[in-house]
């Protein structure tokens, strides 16, 4: 496996995390790294992967989107939001589950077949990149309730402004 084979997991993080940020937040979002040429992916199933990853970035990006519209819908109700949250964290956690078995299994087809140093690296990477893959649903719920909690205690803007 390539080191742009764990570069574009992490992007996979990366994206899903700032997609979901708020549209007013302080800080714009990086862009994700350019994808491969056809000629830079020779392997099929890194391509599948890749795939895959871009496919789930696009799932967490509606549940961000999911969350926010319930946070919305609770009315400031934090009991009735929580709730929601749950509900939708449950929806989409099998997905996370499923997307970090397949990298942990890739992880560790490509290091059974590789030297020693690349072994040690496909470890280090499952390590790294299966865990946070896992938290994505969390962590956007994180993001999503602190976005809500900031924007709820931010001044009305006042009519002189």
Do not use: C, N
Not at 5 to 33: D, F, K, N, S
Not at 79 to 94: N, R, S, T
């Amino acid at each position: 496996m390539s080191i742009r084979m764990i570069l574009a997991a992490a992007a996979v993080l990366a994206v899903g995390a700032a997609a979901h940020a708020p549209a007013y937040a302080q800080t714009a979002p990086t862009a994700p790294p350019a994808a491969p040429s056809a000629t830079e992916v020779a392997d099929p199933a890194e391509a599948a992967l890749e795939a895959k990853g871009e496919a789930f970035s696009v799932r967490m990006q509606a549940m961000g989107a999911e969350m926010q519209a319930a946070i919305t819908a609770a009315a400031g109700d934090p009991v009735a939001a929580g709730a929601a949250l749950d509900a939708i964290v449950a929806q989409y956690q099998p997905e996370a589950d499923a997307f970090s078995a397949e990298l942990k299994a890739f992880f560790d087809a490509r290091g059974a077949v590789g030297t020693e140093e690349e072994q040690v690296g496909m470890a280090l990477a499952a390590a790294a990149v299966v865990p946070a893959i896992q938290g994505v649903p969390a962590m956007v719920r994180g993001q999503v309730e602190q976005a809500s909690a900031t924007a709820a205690a931010a001044p009305a803007p006042t009519a002189s402004e």
